[in-house]
């Protein structure tokens, strides 16, 4: 198992925000982690990380609980946005060799290898001719391209992204399928966090769906598919209420279908 939550409990100043969570990403899984505004996904995502304590329930990554976990190398992470530092005058194949970092000892210049490896990945999101730009002249949706090949050139166990394609065209989104596809086919285990999974839905193979600080729902992707109701038959249901399994997976994709399923557990 790589990524494994068991009752997380999480609260900020005392009021609970994740209410006994369970989470897991096993290898070559895609795991979508759904879910309204403020229902607790990037604080479980946080969680998964050792980034914020649990309070009760465990954690571990890889087999380790995350207090003990020193495997960063091992783990690709997409943030939001690039978020504060805007303002450092960092190149575009900068950012993306600080995805090389853990790799190497600092502060030994990158050798031949991080600098192909930082090339690749400019080249697999489709910015090699900006890699000596400043980052902030980029466009949002390229800024969010530039932590995409970030997270690649870790070259990854674990992919944990948030939102990472927000922003992002419908050709660069296909572009992000496709390599997202060639990771889980190594064998990586995904974590996405997303309110629409656009061209990734066909490669999602579980939905874990967040209301309230709790799992409303954690089903195969074909499950999902099958049990949609577009109708509105449950209304009382907070995970149709808030819209959000269905829609990420049909409305941007409706033919989609299960690429590599998932075996049933
Ligand atoms: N650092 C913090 N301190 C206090 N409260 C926080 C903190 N981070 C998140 N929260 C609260 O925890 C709840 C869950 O937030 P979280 O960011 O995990 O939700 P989310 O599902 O990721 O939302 P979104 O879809 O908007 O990104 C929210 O009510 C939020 O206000």
Redesign the pocket.
């Known amino acids: 198992m790589i990524v494994d939550v068991k009752s997380a409990v999480v609260g ?2 005392d009021r609970p ?1 994740l209410r006994g969570v369970d989470l897991s990403v096993e290898p070559g899984e895609a795991v979508a982690l759904l ?1 309204a ?7 479980l995502v946080r969680a998964a990380l050792g980034l914020v304590p649990l309070s009760a329930g465990t954690a571990a990554l890889f087999g380790v609980p995350v207090a003990r976990f020193r495997q960063w190398r091992r783990i690709g992470y997409v943030p939001q946005r690039l978020g504060a530092g805007g303002g450092v005058p960092a190149t575009v194949a900068e950012v993306v060799a600080a995805g090389r970092l853990a790799h190497r000892r600092i502060p030994w210049p990158a050798g031949a290898k991080d600098r192909r490896i930082v090339a690749e990945a400019l080249e697999a999101v489709g910015l090699a001719d900006r890699a000596g730009d400043a980052v902030g002249t980029l466009s949002g949706g390229q800024q969010q391209r530039v932590l995409i090949a970030r997270a690649l050139a870790t070259r990854p166990d674990l992919l944990v992204m948030d939102e990472p394609t927000a922003g992002v065209d419908a050709a660069n989104q296909e572009l992000f399928a496709t390599l997202l596809a060639d990771r889980l086919a190594h064998g990586c285990g995904v974590l996405l966090v997303a309110h629409e999974l656009g061209p990734v839905a066909s490669l999602i193979h579980r939905c874990v769906v ?1 209301s309230h600080g709790e799992v409303a729902r954690d089903v195969t992707a074909a499950e999902a598919r099958a049990t949609r109701d577009p109708a509105g038959d449950h209304p009382h249901d907070p995970a149709h209420h808030h819209d959000m399994w269905s829609a990420a997976l049909w409305r941007s994709s409706p033919t989609a279908s299960c690429s590599r399923p998932w075996p049933e557990r």
Do not use: A, I, M
């Not at 505004?37 to 604080?43: M, R």
């Open positions: 900020y100043d925000v879910g505004n403020g229902s607790g996904k990037s604080t967040l």
